[in-house]
């Protein structure tokens, strides 16, 4: 196959990039830059089947000759980075989605949009399954992100619907590891960062609020399935796993053999959930995927990436 991916030099697009490229495909990755780093593809660099293109998906995509696939993962993706590109963020989600689907259309490609557990808001259904409607609030801070992928997702069903187009929707839920940004601004990020300085690991309120952390190898597995099933509307795709963030800063200092202990601070006032889980009974269905790889051999596998970079800036 030979496959677009947007946000292709992206912490996850990246990743998605090794993955099509270990299965024998031609890929080709397209980003703007603003979140994304060339970095995290440095290593593909003269690679046969890989191209880079620097191009805003917002605008006009010209692709030569065939495409069988096109992976939509172009979005800022921390709340940090919503208040700091705010139109962009509901630029890519809009017109970024729409000038994607054309280019499907014309190639006659399969298309996938990468969504996220962001569109259920701060959920009054727990677990999350992929029929719960969401509880979000479109004029918050976080709202740019989250009805922007809302959004998205209704302009893939309306091209699937109106056009035939082969679509896919995976429901991304945090998810961790390798090639993530240092100040990101999310909970993996800072505190891995934080522990790995010796300091007090940042809790915001009490810290009874809960995630569930993905590995990035799992999120990629279950893209890929998704990509080659026959299932149109969305599945989640995330770690049942719950943990309050108390008890994974408390993990994370553990395995770091931080001793600078908890700082706690005022709630922060971006819609934050505050409960995250996914319902994965779809995936398990459709997919037949559910996630190997544990929060701790996760989190071994990420912290050395972590201290390398930060070494690598001298910040270690």
Known sequence: MRVLITGGAGFL????????????????AMDNLITGNTDNVAH?????????????????????????AVLHLASPASPI?????????????????????????????RFLLASTSEVYG???????????????????????YDEAK?????????YHRSHGLETRIVRIFNTYGPRMR?????????????ALRGEPLTVYGDGAQT????????????????????EAEPV???????????????????????????????????????VRRPDISKAKRVLDWQPTITLEDGLQRTIPWFRAELQKRGEL
């Open 150 to 158: 809302r959004y998205a997702e209704s302009l893939v069903m309306a």
């Open 122 to 144: 701060d959920p009054q259904v727990h677990p999350q399954s992929e029929s719960y409607y969401g509880h979000v609030n479109p004029i918050g801070p976080r709202g740019v």
């Open 236 to 274: 989640n795709i995330g770690n049942p796993g719950e943990f309050t963030i108390l008890a994974f800063a408390e993990l994370v200092n553990q395995m770091t053999n931080n001793a600078g202990g908890i700082r706690y601070v005022d709630s922060r006032t971006l819609d934050d959930p505050q």
């Open 81 to 109: 980075d919503y208040l700091e590109y705010p139109i962009q963020t509901l630029k890519v989600g809009a017109l970024g989605t729409h000038k994607a689907l054309g280019l499907a259309r014309d190639k006659g490609a």
């Open 44 to 68: 593909l660099a003269g690679h046969e089947r890989f191209m880079f293109i620097h191009h805003d998906v917002t605008n006009y995509i010209f692709i030569e000759g065939k495409l069988d």
């Open 182 to 194: 240092l100040r990101d601004g999310r909970v993996v990020p800072n505190f891995i960062s934080q």
């Open 13 to 28: 697009g990246s990743h998605l990039c090794d993955r099509f490229l270990a299965e024998g495909h031609t890929v080709i």
């Open 211 to 230: 995630r569930s952390f993905q590995y990035v190898d799992d999120l990629i597995e279950g893209i890929y399935r998704l990509l080659f099933s026959n």
